[in-house]
């Protein structure tokens, strides 16, 4: 038996996962609309690459991914773009998103598709695309894109490959029940995830003890394969990243370190099945297995699920009691989320779907002070101090709480489901975080301003020294050209010098003509003005404020001004010459 190590902290919620393993993986009618939103996943959101009234087929390109971090979202169904548009989204705060909406035709009409079987004979850059251009994020967590994830660089050898199959959130079966009906599919697709990360020599399925029929589903498969199916205590959160690594190997990373970098790379069994599909059969994610569960539903099992299908569609098929339930949940009691209306979409990361009855999770009682009593330190499976944070969250030190590895925290939810004075702890955390993210990035910003101010400011300096060097470079040529001419003239050169400028101003004067030409151009120009001053001044609507009257007065009594001053300057000149012409006549 392979060992295995405890972490430290965890919980032991009740786990209710019987309820929705009844049944085998069940299929929902397609909704009459599907809506896909267009961030599913950690990074950019995708762009969309379709218009409104365009039909599309299944599996069909919708938008295209936007950088790196980012992956591409495909049609759920045939049909018709119905609308692109912000609509509420899965998120704890209710908010709106870009999604597109597409109007089912009810065919479900795929594209051409075709896989690649003999995928051992693919390169690892090839079968990483495909992965990317299906559109694979983390199906388990929060949505990290899964190409990016098998791609660690030659410089970072893997030597582990872990298969996240825990599951340990209560009520939640969507991977039990994969595991039981799929392993086949699954074990293939651990087949592909070796060979693209260079097949590792230790491959690991780690499975809480809770999931006897999974691991029987399994162990036919793993024979002779190299593949241990490793079995520990249930705990949560066991299904942690982090946690799941110690459990398994003993190796505790450091804050801030990746599993790659350890030589190691943790993939969850929900995402390495949509590998398998992917690869070998050439299908992008568009469903996901969905739990559907909670007392304030009759039916309780789990089902393929279409990826964009509203909440409410489930639960109408699921004969829900909007009565008895006491609040929507997206995700597990732990780390889920409640939601603000039905009619948001499932996506990627959507692994169940919880309607629980007010005897299964009762409405929040209020918060009561921090009574310091420990549990919560007890019980955080991350080692850290959640009464500190929480006192630094309320205080916004973010400085200590950095320095206290708050972003170390999974959001579990252990610390608050053991707290006795019922502190929403999770929810204090989060807010912190999201703080100390929107400080970094402006800080990001105002420093990428102050290093633009500071080279707009070095590059007027250089161009003002440019400038006096060429301005003294100037002198010192005009300096040696004087003095190679009073070397070359001798004694009379001032004279001549003298001579030669005074010729210069004689040929710069003005004859009286010009200068009278000039003056009637001045007396033309003003005349017009007041013209076009007085035109205006005329067209003034009668509904004009006093205000614009007055402004429009003055403009013309300004260009009067003018001309009466240009005609003067010209009666001035007239008189001045006929007085030289008199005298020259003398």
Request: aromatic residues 4%; charged residues 20%; glycine residues 8%.
């Amino acid at each position: 038996m392979t060992k295995t190590w405890v972490t430290p902290g965890g919980v032991h919620p009740p786990e209710n996962k019987h309820q929705s393993l009844t049944l085998p993986i069940g299929a929902l009618p397609i909704p009459e609309k599907l809506l896909v939103p267009l961030s599913q996943h950690i990074g950019a959101p995708a762009n969309t690459c379709v218009k409104v009234g365009q039909k599309v087929l299944k599996g069909q390109k919708i938008a295209d991914a936007t950088g790196s971090v980012s992956v591409p979202m495909h049609a759920p169904t045939s049909g018709t773009i119905s609308a692109i548009e912000d609509r509420p989204i899965a998120h704890s705060s209710g908010m709106s998103a870009p999604c597109i909406e597409i109007t089912s035709d009810g065919k479900d009409n795929w594209i051409d598709h075709e896989g690649i079987a003999d995928f051992e004979h693919s390169s690892p850059q090839i079968l990483t695309k495909i992965i990317a251009d299906a559109g694979i994020a983390g199906m388990g967590g929060a949505g990290f894109p899964s190409a990016i994830k098998l791609s660690p660089g030659h410089q970072r050898p893997i030597d582990t490959l872990i298969i996240n199959a825990t599951e340990c959130e209560p009520y939640i079966t969507a991977d039990d029940s994969a595991i039981r009906e799929r392993a086949a599919e699954i074990i293939e697709g651990i087949g592909i995830l070796s060979h693209i990360l260079g097949n590792p020599s230790n491959i690991l399925i780690g499975i809480e003890d809770n999931k006897p029929e999974a691991i029987a589903a399994l162990q036919p498969h793993v024979a002779d394969s190299g593949i241990s199916v490793v079995s520990f205590p249930t705990k949560y959160p066991s299904g942690g990243e982090k946690q799941l690594i110690f459990i398994l190997t003993g190796k505790e990373l450091p804050s801030g370190t990746l599993p790659a970098e350890a030589g190691m790379v943790c993939i969850n069994i929900g995402t390495t099945y949509a590998i398998k599909r992917a690869v070998v059969n050439g299908e992008p994610l568009i469903s996901r297995v969905t739990t559907m569960t909670g007392n304030a539903c009759g039916i309780n099992r789990n089902y393929e699920t279409l990826i964009g299908t509203p909440v409410s569609h489930m639960l109408a098929h699921s004969e829900f009691n909007e009565a008895a339930c006491s609040r929507l949940v997206m995700g597990g009691p732990m780390m889920g989320f409640s939601l603000t209306s039905a009619d948001v979409p499932v996506v990627k990361t959507t692994n169940c779907i919880l309607a629980p009855s007010y005897s299964e999770i009762p409405d929040d009682e209020p918060a009561q002070p921090c009574i310091r009593c420990g549990m919560c330190a007890e019980a955080c499976p991350a080692s850290l101090l959640p009464q500190q944070l929480f006192w630094y969250s309320q205080a916004e030190d973010h400085d200590r709480l950095e320095a206290h590895n708050l972003f170390d925290c999974i959001e579990c939810g252990a610390c608050s489901y053991v707290c006795p004075s019922n502190i929403p702890l999770v929810q204090h955390y989060r807010h912190s975080k999201g703080e100390i993210l929107k400080a970094r990035e402006e800080k990001v910003k105002s420093d990428h301003a102050r290093e633009r101010f500071e080279f707009h400011q070095q590059r007027m300096e250089q161009a003002e020294k440019d400038k006096e060097a060429k301005r003294a470079a100037r002198r010192e040529a005009a300096e040696k050209a004087k003095a190679s001419t009073a070397a070359a003239t001798g004694a009379g050169s001032a004279a001549d010098i003298i001579t030669a400028a005074q010729a210069r101003a004689a040929a710069k004067k003005v004859s009286p003509e010009q200068q009278q030409a000039k003056f009637e151009r001045s007396i033309a120009g003003a005349e017009m003005r007041v013209q076009m001053a007085t035109e205006k001044l005329a067209e003034a609507a009668a509904d004009q404020t006093d205000e614009q009257k007055n402004i429009l007065t003055a403009a013309l009594n300004g260009a009067k001004q003018k001309l009466e001053q240009a005609q003067t300057r010209l009666a001035d000149h007239i008189e001045q010459h006929k007085e030289l012409d008199s005298e020259q006549v003398k």
